[in-house]
């Protein structure tokens, strides 16, 4: 299993412009999520899904759009990029959610600067 | 939303040492979670354990969900153990997982 991947790594985008952040996890996983993280804040939740076909807002949703078509998939949409987007964007999966097998598996991240 | 407390916010310690972090939560969870993030930035999970304790190797963690907190042990640490732990948490009917700020451990050679 490739676990929990995302691409790019790295990224640098100009204010306006919009990007997808691709995440994919070969583990069957029904529980897929986004975080992002600043210095100093830890880990917000921006998005999340219970299943293929549904999507909820997490802690900070404003700016990004998510879609699951899929259960491997669930990319990350930023619309028109902000200064304030700059930051390290985490994708997690896990077997279910709230439930005994809840481990969380994180991606490796995805490091976005928007200048 | 649930809360989230880690304590101390930084923490020094020399190879050898133990130590003890601790996380607070607001209300009544069904999923805590542990995580350490190495100094190159990924997260990997270290406990599953929103009641009772478990053990793996060196590390410890329990949580008393009636007095609502958690506590990881870190016995005889090694340069390795050096990043930051997080607690994460999730209560009630919903499906979002609450970090805390993170605890930044260094270990000393």
């Known amino acids: 299993n490739a676990g929990v991947t995302q691409t790019p790594k790295f990224q640098v985008l100009k204010t306006g412009q919009s990007m997808t952040l691709q995440c994919a996890q070969d583990m069957n996983h029904e529980y897929m999520s986004w975080y992002r993280q600043d210095p100093g804040m830890g880990l917000r939740l921006i998005h999340y899904s219970v299943g293929a076909g549904i999507t909820d807002q997490g802690e900070v949703p404003n700016g990004y759009n998510v879609s699951r078509s899929t259960t491997e998939d669930f990319p990350l949409r930023l619309l028109s990029a902000a200064p304030s987007q700059t930051s390290v964007y985490f994708c997690?999966?896990?077997?279910?959610?709230?439930?005994?097998?809840?481990?969380?598996?994180f991606g490796p991240g995805t490091r976005l600067t928007v200048l | 939303g649930i809360q989230v407390e880690q304590s101390p916010p930084d923490l020094i310690l020399q190879e050898g040492a133990n130590s003890t972090l601790r996380c607070n939560f607001s209300d009544s969870v069904n999923n805590l979670q542990w995580f350490h993030q190495n100094p190159w930035g990924q997260l990997i999970n270290l406990f599953y354990?929103?009641?009772g304790t478990k053990q793996n190797g060196r590390l410890s963690a329990t949580t008393v969900a009636t007095e609502r907190y958690s506590l990881l042990y870190i016995s005889s640490s090694q340069t390795t153990d050096s990043g930051v732990y997080f607690c994460?948490?999730?209560?009630?009917?919903?499906?979002?997982?609450?970090f805390g700020k993170g605890i930044t451990l260094s270990v000393r050679p």
């Open positions: 994460a948490v999730m209560g009630g009917a919903n499906s979002k997982l609450t």
């Open positions: 997690a999966s896990s077997l279910t959610s709230g439930g005994a097998l809840d481990t969380q598996y």
């Open positions: 354990i929103p009641s």
